[in-house]
């Protein structure tokens, strides 16, 4: 009945009735080819030990040490932010004047915070003294409490406990996620910043900062000059090493040239982990 409808019906009309079909057809084919394609693959991931390919979402994101740390143009000055001790008494940026600080800004509610804090202890457990300090400072509304109890329950041992619980210190640090670490050198300039996680104990990690202490703490009064703050390349007497060569390319902190004061924000900081 159809086809003596069709046959009967202008040639216009016919065309139009023919494309239809075939372009109808030619979807049903690549239907029916992409689901026997997909099956395919998947038997020979099950049966032949092959991989299917991931995901976006169980793709696993990059190690935290692989991390690259943008830093600023010019060395920039640091408000001295207050903040208190595990005794609750007050204490400043000012205090660690003279030594060079990794200044940690981080949350027990931060996921990536939480992961890192164990790779900072142990930082500062090998780099730790007179030189050089890890300060994790906490910006947990809960308190000290709060902030005891996570490290009882990782094991630090090594990182002093300091919270600021007013909320102040982050945005006058122009801290706009967690975690954020800034660099500051002995005489409590901003040496560069890394937003996001880092595997702070990692041996290349430790050498760079090694030497960054090294430099400034024999520099004397002199230090004010930031080209002294920068790594050392390998010595002339040997080749350098891999180590050398991968935290001077990936890990090391890109240093200031000159002092810049840091400019202001009188926004509130828009929080992510």
Not at 158 to 173: E, K, N, R, V, Y
Request: glycine share 10%; charged share 20%; proline share 10%.
């Amino acid at each position: 009945m159809r086809l003596t409808i069709l046959k009967s019906a202008p040639p216009s009309v016919r065309k139009i009735a023919i494309v239809a079909t075939t372009v109808a057809i030619a979807a049903a084919a690549a239907l029916l080819l992409g689901y026997a394609g997909n099956s395919f693959l998947t038997f020979r991931a099950e049966h032949k030990g092959l991989e299917a390919t991931p995901s976006l979402a169980e793709t696993p994101s990059p190690s935290p040490g692989a991390a690259v740390i943008p830093l600023l143009d010019r060395p920039g000055t640091v408000p001295n932010v207050g903040f208190a001790g595990a005794d609750g008494g007050a204490r400043s940026l000012a205090d660690f004047r003279g030594k060079v600080v990794l200044l940690n800004i981080w949350a027990t509610w931060c996921v990536p915070c939480r992961r890192e804090i164990p790779s900072l202890d142990r930082l500062q457990a090998e780099l730790g003294g007179p030189d050089f300090e890890v300060i994790a400072l906490s910006i947990d509304r809960g308190g000290a409490e709060v902030v005891r109890e996570f490290y009882d329950e990782v094991g630090v041992s090594g990182l002093a406990l300091h919270i600021d619980d007013s909320g102040q210190a982050a945005p006058a640090l122009n801290v706009v996620g967690l975690p954020t670490t800034l660099l500051i050198d002995a005489e409590g300039r901003e040496l560069g910043r890394l937003v996001g996680p880092a595997e702070w104990d990692a041996p290349d990690m430790i050498a760079f900062l090694g030497d960054v202490v090294a430099r400034q703490m024999s520099a004397g009064p002199e230090r004010s000059d930031p080209a002294l703050a920068r790594p050392r390349r390998a010595a002339a007497t040997r080749p350098p090493s891999g180590a050398d060569v991968r935290y001077a390319q990936a890990l090391t902190l890109p240093l200031l040239d000159a002092p810049r004061p840091l400019p202001g924000q009188e926004e509130q900081p828009s929080w992510h982990c």
